[in-house]
């Protein structure tokens, strides 16, 4: 059942609008959101920092950083890492050419196991990807990327730390190719690390930080991310991960603010998430039909796309603020099949409040969603047992009460789960 309410005195944003500015700050940009409202024909940027404009300015580091140093060759390509990939002496990724070494040498076999890299400048590969509203600059000029760790047995396996940097202009439009992203298959940890400025056009398993993830001899983990990457993929996208089939993984304190746009399983931070834990994760962006809408897209989510039944997705203390377009299988947390939610919000316009299908209703708690941007005013679509998920008003969401429960759930789920705060729009968002 469908119920139309009107929104009164509450302003809805369902896109972030972008400032110009590439990679400034080193990816720290404070804690000031948009406020929330639903306007279809938005952007799907972000108010913090531009993915565009940018330019080549004397500190964006575009020239590769300290290319002298590492003994870049002709084809832009550092020769070695100073370093030696330990913890306290990791391999430095100064530039350019040393980003360049290190897909070179994953995607020739060196998968780094064990080793580790820090990012110590801003890198920006291309400028201009993306224009103000976040949406693709179409160009035959941009130098593509070819992912770290192009196939599964080439995975990279290493630890990858961005440092609080950011990089930008990856630029890939690769409409038949699986598994794109800055990584393409990984196997080890990328943390401290935001995407800005860029465009990944592919098939399957697409992810501003991975396509895909596998396991090797360690679980991948994704902590402390934020994507501001356009995606646009037929099947198995997210913000931050397009697909995982099988590894145990763990994406923590990650964030999206781009489109994520196609066909398929999209959601704003994973595609698909087999025994994947996903926890103090948001979503700003927009899902769904949004650059191309012949694309027929069936299971969009503010979080998560999907997990297969009884796959072990687990979802905690996340939040979605963007509105999700296209069929009516969209929902603010996840589509089908999380093993477990918990403490869980959605803002967004979307179709259910929360999900659309779980196994275990007893295992969904302590979650809520606005009512206004709920258009079936219905939190999960079975339900087969007791279930604890709330329909709320905006002012009752902004009350101080609301706040307070929030941070009361986050505290009895644990230690490492974050705080909430409230948002610039009045809103709690969580304080990361």
Request: charged letters at 20%; glycine letters at 14%.
């Amino acid at each position: 059942m469908k119920r139309i309410k009107k929104c009164i005195g509450i302003i809805f944003l369902s896109a972030f609008s972008f400032l110009f500015s590439n990679c400034s700050g080193g990816g720290t940009e404070g804690s000031e959101k948009a406020p929330i409202t639903h306007n279809d024909n938005s952007g799907g940027g972000n108010e913090e920092n531009n993915n565009s404009g940018g330019g080549n300015d004397d500190n964006n580091n575009s020239g590769g950083g300290n290319e002298g140093n590492n003994g870049t060759s002709s084809s832009g390509i550092a020769t070695f890492f100073s370093g030696d990939g330990t913890q306290n002496n990791p391999y430095i990724i100064s530039g350019t050419p040393e980003l360049r070494k290190l897909a070179k040498d994953v995607n020739e076999g060196n998968t780094y196991q064990g080793k580790c890299f820090k990012l110590t400048n801003d890198i920006i590969l291309n400028t201009n990807v993306l224009d103000f509203d976040g949406k693709p600059i179409i160009k035959d000029e941009f130098e593509e990327w070819t992912p770290i760790g192009c196939e599964s047995k080439c995975s990279f396996c290493g630890i990858f730390d961005g440092n609080g940097h950011c990089i930008s202009g990856i630029y890939i439009n690769q409409e038949e190719q699986n598994n794109l992203g800055l990584f393409g298959f990984l196997s080890g940890e990328v943390k401290n690390l935001t995407i800005k400025d860029s465009y990944l056009r592919g098939h399957y398993n697409i992810g501003g930080i991975a396509g895909s993830v596998i396991t090797f001899t360690s679980n991948p983990v994704i902590t402390n991310c934020k994507n501001y990457t356009c995606i646009q993929a037929d099947d198995h996208a997210g913000g931050i991960l397009g697909d995982n089939e099988e590894s145990p993984c763990v994406v923590d304190r990650c964030m999206n603010y781009g489109i994520i746009s196609g066909g398929g399983t999209l959601a704003g931070i994973a595609g698909r998430a087999n025994k994947t834990t996903i926890k103090n994760c948001a979503n700003y962006g927009l899902v769904g039909h949004i650059l191309d809408e012949s694309k027929h897209a069936w299971y969009l989510g503010g979080i998560v796309s999907f997990g297969r039944r009884n796959a072990g997705l687990k979802i905690y203390n996340c939040v979605n603020f963007g509105d999700i377009k296209g069929n009516d299988s969209r929902s603010g947390i996840c589509v089908n099949y999380p093993d477990s939610i918990a403490n869980c919000v959605n803002y967004g316009k979307v179709y259910y409040g929360i999900c659309e299908e779980v196994v275990n209703t007893d295992k969904v708690v302590k979650t809520y969603f606005l009512n206004i941007a709920c258009e079936s005013g219905v939190g999960v679509k079975r339900i087969y047992s007791s279930l604890q998920c709330k329909e709320m008003t905006g002012v009752e969401m902004q009350s101080k009460e609301f706040l307070d429960q929030l941070n009361s759930n986050a505290r009895i789920l644990g230690p490492d789960f974050a705080k909430w705060r409230f948002g610039k729009d009045g809103f709690p968002e969580l304080d990361m």
